[in-house]
Nanobody
């Protein structure tokens, strides 16, 4: 059974940090490109960060603040989020893509004082 399970979301004050995790199972995780997306009500899901091969790329809005990484032994992808802003508030989803496309169920991140 294919699963992507996100964790680590929550409420944080502006300027704070969170680390999201996404644990994968049921497929050859190391072969897949992995990404984090986010979505707010009424808006399309947007790409936040991705690892493809040995390269990473980030949305302009998060460059210098967010870092994506993966551990192919633990079958987990991470998103370290620093200097969080209210506009980072969203549901964050992990995504794995290669021969198929898989999505997690999402984790809520709320940045508010």
């Amino acid at each position: 059974q294919v699963q992507l399970v996100e964790s680590g979301g929550g409420l944080v004050q502006p300027g704070g940090s969170l680390r999201l995790s996404c644990a994968a199972s049921g497929f050859a995780f190391s072969m897949y490109a992995v990404s984090w997306y986010r979505q707010t009500p009424g808006k399309e899901r947007e790409l936040v960060a991705a690892i493809t091969g040995g390269s990473t790329n980030y949305a302009d809005s998060v460059k210098g603040r967010f870092t994506i990484s993966r551990d192919n032994v633990k079958n987990t992808v991470y998103l370290q989020m620093n200097s969080l802003k209210p506009e980072d508030t969203a549901v964050y989803y992990c995504n794995a893509r290669w021969r198929a496309v898989y999505w997690g169920q999402g984790t809520q991140v709320t940045v508010s004082s």
